[in-house]
């Protein structure tokens, strides 16, 4: 295994986790309606920008979910089928990074949501 070094092993852990992610009860309904091929270049850039420093990406991400059909323990079902997914392709610096923010973006997302959703 080597270390998340571009944008295309981005893709890739996106495309695999989400693949796994949709396998998931209760985790498959919530992103049902989302295109996927469409949103894929915002994720990739999002991580990008995580990653690498790599501008372009300015979106407010916690925004751009708040229309989804959470449920505050769903944050830690991502979260661990995020990090199995890093776990099973990369090994390395990048790869401890994008799981150490992985998991500081769920304790952010999960806080936040708990207080607008009054949960």
């Not at 396998?23 to 992103?31: R, T, W």
């Not at 991580?47 to 990406?57: H, I, K, N, R, T």
């Not at 979106?59 to 079902?77: A, R």
């Amino acid at each position: 295994m080597q270390d998340i070094q571009s944008k295309s092993d981005i893709e890739l852990l996106i495309r695999q986790f989400y693949l796994k992610l949709l396998e998931i009860d209760g985790m498959k309904e919530v992103f049902k309606d989302i295109n996927f091929e469409n949103h894929l270049p915002q994720i990739v850039s999002f991580w990008a920008f995580v990653l690498f420093e790599e501008s372009g990406y300015k979106t407010n991400v916690f925004e751009k979910h708040l229309h989804l059909p959470i449920q505050t323990y769903q944050f830690d079902v991502w979260l661990t089928c995020f990090i199995e997914t890093t776990n099973n392709l990369f090994i390395g610096e990048k790869a401890e990074l994008v799981k150490q923010r992985a998991t500081v973006l769920t304790q952010t997302f999960k806080s936040k949501w708990q207080s607008i959703k009054n949960i």
